[in-house]
């Protein structure tokens, strides 16, 4: 398959790929492009996702592609990926209904039920580690680290462990 290269709406001197890669045709630490040798740009882990800085603006990795191949995000929607959700190329990412809320929204693209988040707090509190009940509970490592510590569904039950890593 051939990667697909198309210009950035709004940043000129940047393109996208269908891959999920972005170059730049900037000046780049004084050495000049000449337009005709871009550099792929290095995305920054930015919380769950990758980002990218255009014109001095951070944005999200697969929010460009999804603009520059799939379209303006439909109202009432939100860009998901389907599987891993450091995958930026276009075939993993889809536009879904917006949950009611985003605070507890899993990179996953599902929300967790009460009796399942107090599933995953008592198990790990008996002592399963984080990756066993991520592949038990079909959810993302980092979903089983935060619903363990608290960090989200934090109204509901279940004990809470301490922030240290168990994997």
């Known amino acids: 398959m051939n990667e697909r ?9 940047y393109e996208v790929s269908d ?3 972005v170059r730049s045709y900037k000046v780049r630490r004084g050495r000049h492009a000449d337009g005709k ?3 792929i740009l290095t995305p920054v882990f930015a ?3 990758h980002a990218v800085k255009l014109d001095g603006e951070m944005q999200y990795v697969s929010s460009i592609v999804a ?3 799939m379209g303006e995000t439909p109202e009432g929607c939100y860009i998901c990926h389907i599987g891993d959700p450091l995958d930026n190329s ?5 536009f879904k209904p917006s949950p009611a809320s985003l605070r507890d929204h899993d990179s996953w693209c ?5 009796e399942v988040v107090i599933a995953i707090r008592n198990d790990r509190a008996a002592g399963v580690k984080h990756r066993a009940l991520a592949d038990k ?3 993302g490592l980092a979903t089983v680290h935060r619903v363990c510590w608290g960090k989200v569904y934090g109204r509901v039950g279940g004990p809470i462990t301490n922030g240290r890593l168990s994997w």
Do not use: C, I, K, Q
């Open 90 to 94: 276009l075939d993993n990412l889809v």
């Open 110 to 114: 599902r929300r967790l039920s009460s």
């Open 47 to 49: 919380g769950t996702r």
């Open 19 to 21: 891959l999920g890669r």
């Open 37 to 39: 040798l871009p550099h």
């Open 137 to 139: 509970y079909d959810v």
């Open 5 to 13: 290269w198309v210009r950035v709406e709004g940043h000129e001197m």
């Open 67 to 69: 603009r520059a191949f």
